[in-house]
């Protein structure tokens, strides 16, 4: 049996219905708490919005704290491609899980993503067979061939140009093979911005949200 995944959730308002779901993938070594943390700068403009951060599945294999989404212990693109598949399928019956727990379908769905968050946004999202709203994916690359895609849900990637982790090019490679596979994707550099979200970054983010949900 496949783990299950559980985390941080609320309703903005609190006693709303929820008219779309927005999840949020944290980072290698962390866990849902820490994305939790955007929630008050994106809910005032996602009204009836169901947001939840579940924690990775496994815990962080490289500190004595957090959670991995996958290993990084070997860093060949096949051993990460491996992990990713195998935390994907994890991934993908949370999301239906939630959804139907929630009544709500797969165009009312937004994943956003930091590190390896946004590795495997780009990852599951577009693998689903039906569209989801949208990805926002922070400080990551794209894993596997877009060859496997099935559906081309609207994409919006921000990169610190210092980022000590995980490679700036990371976002000029994701931009050019989702481009070539025909999706929808915007890219947004941080000029002096490490391994992190800044204010202008969240803002395009949200920005980005209230619109693939208009």
Not at 25 to 39: E, I, K, R, T, W
Not at 147 to 168: M, N, Q, T
Not at 180 to 207: N, W
Request: hydrophobic share 45%; glycine share 10%; proline share 10%.
């Amino acid at each position: 049996m496949l783990p299950r995944l559980t985390g941080p959730w609320a309703t903005y308002p609190k006693d709303a219905t929820p008219k779309r779901l927005v999840v949020l993938l944290h980072g290698l070594g962390a866990d849902g708490n820490d994305l939790f943390g955007l929630v008050p700068a994106l809910a005032p403009a996602l009204p009836e919005t169901a947001f939840v951060a579940p924690d990775a599945p496994f815990p962080c294999d490289m500190a004595p704290l957090g959670r991995q989404w996958f290993s990084l212990q070997s860093r060949t693109p096949a051993a990460i491609e491996a992990g990713v598949r195998a935390a994907a399928a994890i991934l993908d019956g949370f999301l239906d899980e939630t959804l139907e727990r929630l009544t709500l379908d797969a165009s009312q769905l937004a994943l956003v993503g930091f590190s390896q968050g946004t590795m495997m946004s780009l990852y599951v999202g577009p693998r689903r067979a039906r569209q989801l709203a949208g990805i926002v994916g922070y400080s990551g690359r794209l894993i596997g061939d877009t060859s496997e895609f099935r559906s081309k849900p609207p994409i919006l990637l921000v990169h610190g140009d210092a980022d000590p982790v995980v490679p700036p090019d990371s976002l000029p490679l994701a931009l050019k093979a989702l481009e070539q596979a025909g999706t929808p994707v915007e890219a947004v550099t941080r000029p002096g911005l490490g391994h992190a979200i800044d204010e202008e970054g969240l803002r395009r983010g949200r920005d980005f949200l209230v619109r693939i949900f208009a």
